[in-house]
């Protein structure tokens, strides 16, 4: 049973335009949401995060919107660059745990 | 660099054979995880040490058998592997068991397995 969902498993952007990842959760228990980014041979990166009790976070062109209701949360990127092209993981955590729930990934990539 | 090294990058492997993969943390951190990354599933966790104690075996096989000697060493010892076993195994590092939410882990490079 996946408690995080990445249904996308791969998108494609023009440079320039906006990038929209979606990921879906069923645990009502996850207070804490992270993306990562991962270039090929290499680890995933931690990009940007947003906490339960917010429904928007932003750093430069990345904003993570979640919507508690729906469970579910996105990633903008605005506007999107070549560079961008990578894996993108959303995981979820709850406090006071050492556990990260991650979903499967979704390819962007940015065409020049 | 993260910070957070893995070796070898590579292995190829039979089932036979015993093999162990590195993780060294150059970061002061106080907790190293074991993840297994295969074809379209998710990052599965395998195994978490807190200041060199395991604190989870997430049902993982005994032919994996994790050793973390001191705070910025693990391993991974590897022994009559399958072929489904064939994956990128990466570790991580946090600065403490529960990590700040709104950094999460420090991954490393990863090994690329192959069981042949």
């Known amino acids: 049973d996946q408690q995080v969902k990445q249904n996308s498993p791969s998108l494609s952007v023009q440079e320039g335009r906006i990038s929209i990842l979606n990921c879906d959760y069923t645990n009502s228990m996850f207070d804490y949401f992270l993306w990562y980014k991962k270039y090929p041979a290499e680890g995933p990166t931690f990009l940007i995060s947003i906490s339960s009790i917010k429904d928007k976070n932003e750093d430069g062109r990345f904003t993570v919107f979640l919507n508690k209701s729906a469970k579910h949360l996105s990633l903008h990127i605005v506007p999107s660059q070549p560079g961008d092209s990578a894996v993108y993981f959303c995981a979820a955590s709850w406090t006071g745990t050492y556990k990260y729930i991650f979903g499967t990934g979704t390819r962007l990539k940015v065409l020049a | 660099e993260t910070g957070v090294t893995q070796t070898p990058r590579h292995l190829v492997m039979g089932m036979t054979n015993k093999k162990s993969l590195k993780c060294e943390q150059h970061?002061?951190?106080?907790?190293m995880y074991w993840y297994k990354q295969s074809a379209k599933k998710p990052l599965e966790l395998m195994f978490v040490?807190?200041?060199?104690?395991?604190?989870e075996n997430n049902s993982v096989p005994s032919r994996f058998s994790p050793e973390c000697p001191n705070s910025s060493h693990l391993f991974l010892h590897l022994h009559t592997l399958q072929p489904e076993d064939s994956a990128l195994y990466l570790c991580?590092?946090?600065?403490?068991?529960?990590?700040?939410?709104?950094?999460?882990?420090?991954f490393g490079s990863g090994t690329r397995l192959t069981v042949v």
């Open positions: 991580a590092s946090s600065q403490d068991r529960e990590p700040t939410p709104n950094r999460g882990y420090t």
């Open positions: 970061l002061g951190h106080n907790a």
């Open positions: 040490y807190s200041l060199e104690e395991r604190v």
